[in-house]
């Protein structure tokens, strides 16, 4: 395939601009794991605030918006303790076809290394904060769920989770990527598992998908991968292609995209007039992550 086949090129922090800064300037504190809508004009936008493990990780997701995709203003906040959660990653925001909100949520299990997804449903976003939550993922004792990407097409909801075993809780890091199907987005049907980590590659330890643009016949999927454990956190991004909504193949033997000082990854892209409109968390030098973005003009523009 020529870069022209593709809905966008692979993203490049040297021409992306800061949308939401860490916390704090330093080593494991983290604004990333974006979810994107944009909507009537208006960007909206779900992203994750972390602390470092001991000090809170995963304590908010905040849902924002902006008029030119870069400079947001916060309209609601939802903290972990108000989830009964340890701690929250990366989350879904979907605008459904009657106009209410949703921001579906991955919440890890006190004591445990399981994850559930919950969703909140609202007419606007700054209801979200007080909206009411359901369990629509609730994992298992074998698997955990969490991280979802949303597709509605011809009526049907699509969705694709990282599924961690936890059999072992030294293995839990390892994750693939699921698919489910649903009706009404929140009694959904396992499909099975459409990409997994490949033996030797970049990508053997972990495989999340992490957005997924349907373009000329195709899916598109982007992804984080790993090779290792030490890698966790720091996971660089891949590009995944199928046929139909399956199986899911990695195109080459190496990242897309990745950080001078360590990972890109939990990329999301909404189309927008004249092209795309790119937001992923990237590693900085002092070890804190940032969320960035970035405009690209259409391929066929």
Known sequence: ?????????????????????????????????????????????????????????????????????????????????????????????????????????????????????????????????????????????????????????????????????????????QMVTDYATSADGLAWTWQGTVLGGRAGHWDARGTRVSAVVPHEGRLYAYYDGRATAAENYEERTGLAVGEGFGVLDPVGDAPVAQSPHGGLRYLDAVRVDGGWRLYYEVTRADGAHELRTEFQRSQSA
């Open 1 to 173: 395939m020529g870069t022209r086949d593709y809905p966008f090129a692979a993203p490049d922090p040297d021409r992306s601009e800061v949308a939401v800064a860490p916390p704090l300037d330093a080593a494991g504190f983290w604004a990333g794991a974006p979810s994107a809508v944009y909507a009537d004009g208006v960007y909206h936008l779900a992203y994750r605030l972390r602390r470092p493990v001991g000090e809170g990780r995963g304590y908010a997701i905040v849902v924002a918006r902006s008029a030119d995709g870069v400079r947001f203003e916060t309209v609601a906040v939802i903290e972990k303790d108000r989830m009964d959660t340890e701690s929250l990653e990366r989350p879904a925001l979907e605008r459904t076809d009657e106009g209410t909100w949703r921001l579906y949520l991955s919440c890890a299990t006190w004591g445990t290394k399981h994850w559930r997804v919950e969703v909140l449903e609202a007419e606007r976003p700054e209801d979200l904060a007080t909206a009411p939550s359901t369990v629509v993922l609730p994992g298992s004792s074998d698997i955990g769920i969490k991280d979802p990407v949303i597709v509605r097409q011809d009526g049907k909801w699509h969705l694709w989770a990282s599924a961690h075993p936890l059999a072992d809780p030294v293995e839990a890091d």
